[in-house]
């Protein structure tokens, strides 16, 4: 079940997202930055206005603009270019503009905001891509994604947000990313050291992915969702999978108790301040999530003739409609900071269906590791609660 929904999420993320990914075959209106100068030809400031202009009067199925980056100056010693600009960036209004770091470019480019009192980049264009660059330094967020409803999907994909480009923390004082309204996807992104939540998904506006990144050691959440600014008959999903979510001060994933369809999968989750939470209630004190109780890991034992490790768990299904259910197990090696186990490692998933208990094998002796899992629930039938799952169970250590 867990490869049929992978690729079900590829389908429909291709589905949405014709003009996201870079193609050599797309004839882009190219805008090339040439110096980290803050202002003047060739500057990221001057770019950016002339593609608002120029993209603009363009509609759906014409030439996209692309922001790229040559620029002609001696590399620093530090191994990057650093553009700061000494006052706000303009938005990203026009249709599909893409900022690319790495079109046509080896050499990292940092965009530090050290000397701005306000957000790095702000996107409000429909298609706009965000790829390869790092932000840091801004004195609030280093992402805005603030698209009207009627926009088309961002994409932000291969950035380092809240480090420069050797590693080293340079914090954005919000957010790394921050989510006032719109929808698409962010994916495979280092997202460290933000003074605050890693993303912050106060807005999302449509179905929103958030997968395969980096998101470490920031000062709030690592993900935080919601609640929507749209009505609350308005139902958003959101898809986190793939993530590493470590060291951050507050809770791994953490949602609004409006927030409804929001499925977290197969991501490592370790090392966090407080556990993943749905509905900011604390961890197991929400008994159901929308009719589907958490799992109960009834026995975690290391079998020596077959040399598996044999995870019994009551899944407590609550049947409706056509309703589907999957099992997410993790092994922990410690308790995170709050006394609970997390999802340090995810050792696989299965599929019940439909039955109450469920007995989940693991090749190798895992004696003395803590066992967690979280369920998946799905339904074809019921929009407001199509693809949701329950927070990690207690943690059972395997004997």
């Not at 990221?44 to 202009?53: E, F, G, P, V, Y």
């Not at 938005?91 to 470019?105: K, R, S």
């Not at 900071?337 to 490692?345: L, M, N, S, V």
Request: some cysteine; overall charge negative.
């Amino acid at each position: 079940m867990h490869t049929m929904r992978a690729t079900l999420a590829a389908v429909l993320l291709a589905l949405a997202t014709p003009l996201l990914a870079a193609d050599a075959s797309i004839p882009y209106a190219e805008f090339v930055v040439t110096t980290t100068a803050d202002d003047g030809p060739g500057s990221l400031r001057q770019a950016i206005a002339d593609s608002n202009r120029d993209c603009a009067a363009r509609s759906v199925g014409n030439v996209p603009c692309r922001i790229s980056f040559a620029i002609a100056e001696p590399l620093p010693a530090r191994g990057w270019y650093t553009i700061e600009p000494l006052s706000p960036l303009l938005p990203l209004d026009a249709f599909a503009i893409v900022v690319d770091g790495t079109y046509l470019n080896t050499t990292p480019i940092e965009l530090r905001g050290t000397n701005v009192f306000g957000d790095g980049l702000v996107l409000r264009g429909a298609f706009d891509t965000l790829r390869g660059l790092s932000i840091d330094g801004f004195f609030a967020n280093g992402v805005v994604v603030d698209q009207p409803l009627s926009s088309s999907p961002y994409l932000i994909e291969h950035n380092v947000i809240g480090s420069d480009p050797s590693g080293a923390p340079v914090p954005n004082g919000l957010r790394g990313i921050a989510i006032a309204q719109g929808w698409g996807t962010i994916r495979d992104n280092t997202i460290s050291g933000n003074a605050r939540s890693g993303i912050f998904a106060a807005g999302p506006t449509g179905h929103t992915y958030i997968l395969d990144n980096r998101i470490t050691n920031n000062g709030a959440s690592g993900i935080y969702i919601g609640p929507s600014t749209l009505h609350p008959s308005f139902i958003i999903q959101v898809d986190v999978q793939g993530n590493t979510i470590s060291g951050n001060h507050d809770f791994p994933v953490g949602t609004d108790s409006t927030v409804r369809r929001v499925a977290v999968r197969d991501n490592v989750m370790s090392g966090n301040g407080a556990p993943f939470d749905i509905g900011m209630d604390g961890p197991g004190l929400q008994p159901m999530v929308f009719d589907q109780p958490a799992p109960t890991i009834t026995s975690a034992v290391y079998d020596a003739a077959s040399g598996d490790t044999v995870v019994t768990i009551d899944v407590h299904p609550v049947h409706r409609n056509f309703d589907t259910w999957a099992l997410y197990i993790f092994a922990n090696h410690a308790l995170d900071r709050a006394g609970r186990a997390e999802a340090e490692t995810f050792l696989g998933s299965v599929s019940t269906g439909g039955a109450p208990t469920v007995v989940f094998r693991r090749h190798g002796d895992l004696r003395g590791q803590i066992i967690t899992a979280l369920t998946e629930r799905s339904t074809p039938f019921e929009f407001d609660t199509q693809d949701v799952s329950t927070e990690l169970s207690d943690g059972v250590v395997v004997k």
